[in-house]
């Protein structure tokens, strides 16, 4: 098993680009999820998916969006990155048992300039 | 609402040092508590997990209990070694709805030889 995968490692953009962030998984996980760590702020949670096209707002979802065609993927989409974006982004999945582990992908380094 | 504070860092240790980390909770249902590590360039892993009161999760050296009279779950660890340095992150998890993970703002400990 690879586990959760993200690509890219890491990406720079300008303000008003956009892009997508890629996160896969192959452990059959439902429920899988967008996070951004910033300093001093732990990680805060952006976008959840409870399983194929289920997806709800956590945190601090303004700015980003998802989908979730297949149990495998869950991209994030900025659609107008601003520099208030610039974080490292993580992506996580675990099935739906409620006290189960979480498993993280490595992280994606975002920079808007 | 539900949130995680984490003693302030960064915290640093001579190797073999003992090591309290300690973190308290708020939450408005009844949690699931965890330990998660975060090692240089990589993303989060969990380190130890306890589920219901009085229970005490352990690995690697590693301790914690889970202290509902006090709203508690400190990290504990005998000796400290060089490979112990990392971020060390306490979070909680509600079973009903999302069950999404709520992070401490994270403990970044270094252990010198």
């Known amino acids: 098993n690879a586990g959760v995968t993200q690509t890219p490692k890491f990406q720079v953009l300008k303000t008003g680009q956009s892009m997508t962030l890629q996160c896969a998984q192959d452990?059959?996980?439902?429920?899988m999820s967008w996070y951004r760590q910033d300093p001093g702020m732990g990680l805060r949670l952006i976008h959840y998916s409870v399983g194929a096209g289920i997806t709800d707002q956590g945190e601090v979802p303004n700015g980003y969006n998802v989908s979730r065609s297949t149990t495998e993927d869950f991209p994030l989409r900025l659609l107008s990155a601003a520099p208030s974006q610039t974080s490292v982004y993580f992506c996580?999945?675990?099935?739906?048992?409620?006290?189960?582990?979480?498993?993280f992908g490595p992280g994606t380094r975002l920079t808007v300039l | 609402g539900n949130s995680v504070t984490q003693m302030e860092g960064p915290v640093t240790l001579s190797e073999e040092a003992f090591l309290t980390i300690n973190c308290t909770y708020t939450a408005t249902g009844y949690p699931s508590l965890f330990w998660y590590v975060q090692y240089p360039g990589e993303g989060l892993q969990l380190l130890l997990k306890a589920t219901k009161a009085d229970d005490k999760g352990s690995n690697k050296g590693f301790e914690a209990t889970y202290r509902k009279e006090t709203t508690s779950f400190h990290l504990e660890k005998g000796s400290v070694q060089v490979s112990d340095s990392a971020v060390y992150f306490c979070a909680l998890t509600i079973l009903q709805g999302a069950q999404k993970l709520v992070f401490g703002q994270g403990t970044r400990l270094t252990i010198n030889p």
């Open positions: 996580a999945s675990k099935t739906s048992g409620g006290t189960d582990t979480q498993y």
């Open positions: 452990m059959n996980h439902e429920y």
